[in-house]
Nanobody
Framework: DVQLQASGGGLVQPGGSLRLSCAAS????????IGWFRQAPGKEREGVSC????????FYEDSVKGRFTISRDNAKNTVYLQMSSLAPEDTGVYYCAIGGRMLVTIAQAMGAMSEVYCDYWGQGTLVTVSS
């Protein structure tokens, strides 16, 4: 079975850092792009960042550009999201999702990620940024 396990969330003060992990199993990991999305309380889920299967193409939503870094270790079937300079508006449940090649291509072309290009989702990990 395809599984995505997001972890690494927690409570952090504004200006702090966290590293999220997305561990995958049940499919050929390095054939697929991976995306991170988040859902703040009372809001719709939104894209955060995504990375191509071969690690050479990344995309960041404007709200996190320069503060978040996405990476992947295909040997460990894991994608990471290093988050720094966190702000209260970064609070939410963070999800990782499997995407086809179009996930990153369309995000770069349109300037925004779309869930339409994601096939499977992990269970999410909660990030709370508060003093």
């Amino acid at each position: 079975d395809v599984q995505l396990q997001a972890s690494g969330g927690g409570l952090v003060q504004p200006g702090g850092s966290l590293r999220l992990s997305c561990a995958a199993s049940g499919f050929t990991f390095d054939d697929y792009a991976i995306g991170w999305f988040r859902q703040a309380p009372g809001k719709e889920r939104e894209g955060v960042s995504c990375i191509s299967s071969s690690e050479d193409i990344t995309f960041y939503e404007d709200s996190v550009k320069g503060r978040f870094t996405i990476s992947r270790d295909n040997a460990k079937n894991t994608v990471y999201l290093q988050m720094s300079s966190l702000a209260p508006e970064d609070t939410g449940v963070y999800y990782c999702a499997i995407g086809g090649r179009m996930l990153v291509t369309i995000a770069q072309a349109m300037g925004a990620m779309s869930e339409v290009y994601c096939d499977y989702w992990g269970q999410g990990t909660l990030v709370t940024v508060s003093s």
